[in-house]
T-cell receptor, first 114, second 113 residues
Framework: AQTVTQSQPEMSVQEAETVTLSCTYD???????LFWYKQPPSRQMILVIRQEAYKQQNATENRFSVNFQKAAKSFSLKISDSQLGDAAMYFC???????????FGKGMKLTVNP | DTEVTQTPKHLVMGMTNKKSLKCEQH?????MYWYKQKAKKPPELMFV???????INESVPSRFSPECPNSSLLNLHLHALQPEDSALYLC????????????FGQGTRLTVV
């Protein structure tokens, strides 16, 4: 079974600084996708960034970028120029191609200090 | 429109009540999902509907009854719930088999008293 591990339950960062959230996963599949979702206190799960396993290039969305190390099964999220609005729970998630199940990590609470 | 709308946002119900949660999307997605989320935990999958047919039931107790009347609407009927069923219930939708990403609603905060 596929598993997703987020080993850091909480992190904090100063506003305008950079922070990296770690995620590792375990799979024997070759066709899969990885996601980072953000869940602020408003409760809605919001997609931050998405990475297809077959793409070697790391995904980037504005201040958010990933370091996808396929051989190491690592998928970390870097947030640059952190803003107060980035404070939230962050979930790493895995989806196997053709499946209907998203597998979530346990989540990590990010605090942004002014 | 990339919105998944859930109603109500908050619900308090007694253990003998019957209530329903509603979820609606107009993105043309043919896969819809119910998740249950406890505080500070990841969402747990409950049900998946694909092309309006139930494709996954994660061994959810029968006091939770899903319904998908059409491709835009997903309901979760609740009956004889227990206090431990209190949680955030999230609805999501996607293209079938998650060909892109899942879009989530804001959830219904359910309290069973």
């Amino acid at each position: 079974a596929q598993t997703v591990t987020q080993s850091q339950p909480e992190m904090s960062v100063q506003e305008a600084e950079t922070v990296t959230l770690s995620c590792t996963y375990d799979t024997s599949e070759s066709d899969y996708y990885l996601f980072w979702y953000k869940q602020p206190p408003s409760r809605q799960m919001i997609l931050v960034i998405r990475q297809e396993a077959y793409k070697q290039q790391n995904a980037t969305e504005n201040r958010f970028s990933v370091n996808f190390q396929k051989a190491a099964k690592s998928f970390s999220l870097k947030i640059s120029d952190s803003q107060l609005g980035d404070a939230a729970m962050y979930f790493c998630a895995y989806w196997k191609g053709g499946s209907e199940k998203l597998v979530f990590g346990k989540g990590m609470k990010l605090t942004v200090n002014p | 429109d990339t919105e998944v709308t859930q109603t109500p946002k908050h619900l308090v119900m007694g253990m003998t009540n019957k209530k329903s949660l509603k979820c609606e999307q107009h993105m043309g997605h043919r896969a819809m999902y119910w998740y249950k989320q406890k505080a500070k935990k990841p969402p747990e999958l409950m049900f998946v509907y694909s092309y309006e047919k139930l494709s996954i039931n994660e061994s959810v107790p029968s006091r939770f009854s899903p319904e998908c009347p059409n491709s835009s609407l997903l309901n979760l009927h609740l009956h004889a719930l227990q206090p431990e069923d209190s949680a955030l219930y999230l609805c999501a939708s996607s293209q079938v088999a998650l060909r892109t990403e899942a879009f989530f609603g804001q959830g219904t905060r359910l309290t069973v008293v």
